[in-house]
Each structure stands twice: as C-alpha cells, then as structure tokens.
Nanobody, 125 residues
Framework: QVQLVESGGGLVQAGGSLRLSCAASGRTFSNYNMGWFRQAPGKEREFVGTISWSSLNIYYADSVKGRFTISRDNAKNTVYLQMNSLKSEDTAVYYC??????????????????WGQGTQVTVSS
C-alpha cells in the first residue's frame, strides 16, 4: 500500500501561483511513477500531468502545458505541482496518484492504483 497526502491548495487570484505537494509513505517512492489529476464540480477527473520515477519522462495535458511544472524529490518521498499563471478554469480538487514504475507512465486515471484525498484549488477571477 502507498499512502498519499496532498497539501498546498487554497484560494488564489487569477494570474497567481500555487505549489501543491504530495507526500508518499508506505512503499519505496522511487518504485512509482506519479500523476496529478483534477476534478471540477460536475466534471470527470482530468489528467494534469505525470512524472516517471527517475524524472526523465514528464508529460502534461495541453491545458496546463507551459504553466504547470511537475517535479519530485525521491529523498523526500514527495512530488510537486508548481502552478503558475492560474486561470479560473483551473479551479478543481487536485489529486496525486501512484502507479508502479515497471508498467510505465499513464495519462488515464484508471491506470493508477493509489490516490490521495485531494486538495482544493480555487482561482478567483
């Protein structure tokens, strides 16, 4: 089992920045590729980005490319989502998720085994 806990959400004005953190415990963090997803009210969970265990492979959804940056610190068992130039449409609950590294990265929520509880990000316009 992998336990994931997100933090760093909050209320920010459009154009502002936030950094989300996701702390992992329970298994060897570097054995997992990590993903970030978000879900707005009334919408399906949406892929934001993913990072491989080594940080060599990082992918983003087109909607956040150039504004969001994913990174990880395996020594701290933590993955980060730096969000800049935030827009009102970025408002959602943000989740991190883990997937065994041996099976590669994935852009679909169905491909992830472990999930955090989510952290709310609200962008006011």
């Amino acid at each position: 089992q992998v336990q994931l806990v997100e933090s760093g959400g909050g209320l920010v004005q459009a154009g502002g920045s936030l950094r989300l953190s996701c702390a992992a415990s329970g298994r060897t963090f570097s054995n997992y590729n990590m993903g970030w997803f978000r879900q707005a009210p009334g919408k399906e969970r949406e892929f934001v980005g993913t990072i491989s265990w080594s940080s060599l492979n990082i992918y983003y959804a087109d909607s956040v490319k150039g504004r969001f940056t994913i990174s990880r610190d395996n020594a701290k068992n933590t993955v980060y989502l730096q969000m800049n130039s935030l827009k009102s449409e970025d408002t959602a609950v943000y989740y991190c998720a883990a997937r065994p590294a041996r099976i590669g990265v994935a852009h679909s929520a169905a491909g992830y085994d472990y999930w955090g509880q989510g952290t709310q990000v609200t962008v006011s316009s």
